[in-house]
């Protein structure tokens, strides 16, 4: 059974910084890509990161290229958030590819087969 749990949202000032990590078990791990998402209160699931299986792709929402960064290693992915504004309030969920060896980055919540509870992230201005 593929489980997803994330950690490490919480309330920052605008400004500042956050790391989610993300620990998947059930699965081999290295052979999917991973990605994170967002959903902010009365609006839809946006995505924001994803890293093939590999590491070696990853892409980003426009809304947060150049401040957060996707990484992934021992059954754990991470989202490192820099300059956080407080449009980057939302739930943050980690989710796993629903294909083996997807050999790009898929920025589509429809190709991610199983999802975390979410971890909430607050920013202040």
């Known amino acids: 059974q593929v489980q997803l749990g994330e950690s490490g949202g919480g309330l920052v000032q605008a400004g500042g910084s956050l790391r989610l990590s993300c620990a998947a078990s059930?699965?081999?791990?290295?052979?999917?890509?991973m990605g994170w998402f967002r959903q902010a209160p009365g609006k839809e699931r946006e995505f924001v990161a994803a890293?093939?299986?590999?590491?070696?792709i990853t892409k980003y929402g426009d809304s947060v290229k150049g401040r957060f960064t996707i990484s992934r290693g021992n059954a754990m992915v991470y989202l490192q958030m820099n300059s956080l504004k407080p449009e980057d309030t939302a739930v943050y969920y980690c989710?796993?590819?629903?294909?083996?060896?997807?050999?790009?980055?898929?920025?589509?919540?429809?190709?991610?087969?199983?999802w975390g509870q979410g971890t909430q992230v607050t920013v202040s201005s």
């Open positions: 989710a796993v590819d629903s294909v083996r060896y997807r050999t790009t980055a898929s920025t589509h919540d429809s190709d991610f087969g199983f």
């Open positions: 059930g699965l081999t791990f290295s052979n999917y890509a």
């Open positions: 890293i093939t299986w590999s590491g070696s």
